[in-house]
């Protein structure tokens, strides 16, 4: 095993407990909505959906650079250069997290002026961590981009995949710089911070995930280069050109020009469109030539990531964008149900196929299978369905009551949350939320059990 693939494994372990914190405080901030006054003057709603969702965002991240320093050796056949300072910016990462965490959970917030920016709260929807901590995320960042840029001119080797992901590198360390300023207009705020959560968490993770699942599917199911590096190239135009301006879709109301109405309404639902290509050509191509694979896990996974994707990010995304829709459904719960399945579909799914490759690898099993990982892939997909679903229709009472015949006003915004459709929605989400939990706890056991020893089967994969 590659040094970079030893670290890769640390990075999936920090990944996976950040992976469980996040869904402990997401369950805590949907009691919230049950319990309104639970810990009161204790700990903040707030701070629990601080930590739920800027979790996800980190743990995520980790995942990603995981799957890199994993697949980068074996893709360029070098080692990856600079592993000591690599390993050395792992542990500052994890020091960064718990701190920031420590001080989230202690001290919560603070007063508005530059002390508590730099040391408490920035108070920026998923950039909440102060800009000392957002300092040393960029500085991780800017290894993380030495070691790829440098093992690609030491190994003296380009691959279509190779130059995807460096080109990715440039924007994803440039946007994530708008998470620096604080713009006292907010609508100049807005725009910009669309900027760094639409391109940087959607956009350029949308071509990162797109280049770890192409070398999955070459690892997993032995899929021709030629035809993930195709489809890589569809999803890098479709991000310069769709991505950009179906960024207009949350324009809406913020101040800016009327014709984003129709840009960003149009635009914003083609991105997730080659990623399921991708995965489906894979899928057409490895049956034609009878399609064996000796990890069953990674495949389920894979496939969930890319029609996860589509309906998550795709159809649930179009459904709510067209700016006659968004009118009522904005800020709703509406919203949040599009948020957790475009998440969950778009990269959770993918970086588990990532953990499986990984478990097959360090166990020294020829064929990886078993049941518990059955278990976990059905109370995952169950548990959040019926989150969406849950969130969904919470989110259409929301647009009904409180919009449409509401209009929006403060009164009507309570009488939504106190009708019967919004909070059986919210006990759905609650119920479904624990089955997800069920899920998580069913993965952790499975990737840290031993796999029984068989050999791989002779004959065409068959549905598990």
């Not at 890319?306 to 995304?317: C, E, H, R, S, T």
């Not at 309570?414 to 609650?430: C, D, H, K, L, V």
Request: charged share 10%; with cysteine.
């Amino acid at each position: 095993m590659y040094r970079s693939q030893k670290l890769s494994l640390r990075y999936f372990t920090a990944a996976i407990v950040l992976f469980g914190v996040m869904i402990l405080f997401g369950l805590l901030s949907a009691l919230y909505y049950l319990y309104p006054s639970m810990l009161f003057n204790v700990f903040n709603f707030s701070t629990s959906k601080i930590l739920h969702i800027d979790t996800l965002v980190i743990w995520l991240l980790m995942a990603f650079m995981g799957a890199v320093y994993w697949y980068l050796p074996k893709e360029l056949g070098h080692e990856v250069v600079g592993m000591r300072l690599a390993e050395i910016t792992f542990w500052v990462f994890c020091a960064v997290v718990a701190v920031v965490a420590l001080v989230f959970v202690f001290v919560q917030y603070g007063s508005a002026n530059e002390f508590t920016l730099w040391f408490i709260n920035q108070g920026r929807k998923y950039v909440e961590a102060p800009r000392w901590a957002t300092i040393g995320v960029v500085a991780v960042m800017l290894v993380f981009a030495y070691n790829v840029i440098g093992t690609a001119v030491k190994a003296r080797r380009m691959t279509g995949i190779m130059w995807v992901l460096v080109l990715d590198l440039i924007p994803l360390l440039i946007v994530y710089l708008d998470a620096f300023p604080a713009p006292t207009n907010m609508s100049v705020d807005l725009y910009w911070w669309w900027w760094l959560v639409h391109m940087w968490v959607e956009s350029t993770w949308e071509v990162l995930i797109g280049c770890v699942m192409a070398l999955v599917l070459m690892d997993v199911m032995g899929t021709s280069r030629r035809i993930v590096e195709a489809w890589l190239y569809i999803e890098v135009m479709l991000v310069l050109g769709a991505g950009i301006l179906g960024l207009g879709h949350h324009y809406f109301w913020i101040g800016t020009p009327r014709y984003w109405l129709g840009i960003g309404g149009f635009f914003s639902a083609l991105e997730p469109l080659p990623l399921l290509g991708m995965v489906i050509h894979s899928i057409y191509d490895a049956g034609m030539h009878r399609m064996k694979t000796a990890n069953r896990p990674a495949f389920y996974w894979i496939t969930a990531e890319a029609f996860g994707n589509f309906i998550g990010a795709g159809v649930w995304g179009f459904m709510m964008t067209l700016p006659q829709i968004n009118l009522f459904s904005h800020g709703t719960q509406w919203t949040v149900s599009h948020g957790h399945f475009a998440f969950y579909g778009a990269y959770v799914c993918g970086v588990l196929a990532v953990f499986y490759v990984a478990k097959q690898k360090t166990a020294g099993t020829e064929f990886l299978d078993g049941r518990a990982w059955k278990w976990s892939f059905g109370l995952f997909n169950f548990g959040m369905i019926g989150m969406v679903m849950g969130l969904l229709i919470a989110g259409m009472a929301q647009a009904f009551y409180g919009r449409a015949i509401g209009g929006s006003t403060l009164m009507a915004f309570t009488q939504a949350s106190e009708n019967p459709w919004f909070i059986a929605g919210m006990y759905a989400r609650m119920g479904f939320g624990v089955i997800f939990a069920l899920g998580y706890v069913v993965l952790v056991y499975d990737l840290l059990t031993a796999p029984r020893r068989v050999p791989a089967p002779q004959t065409p994969m068959e549905p598990a």
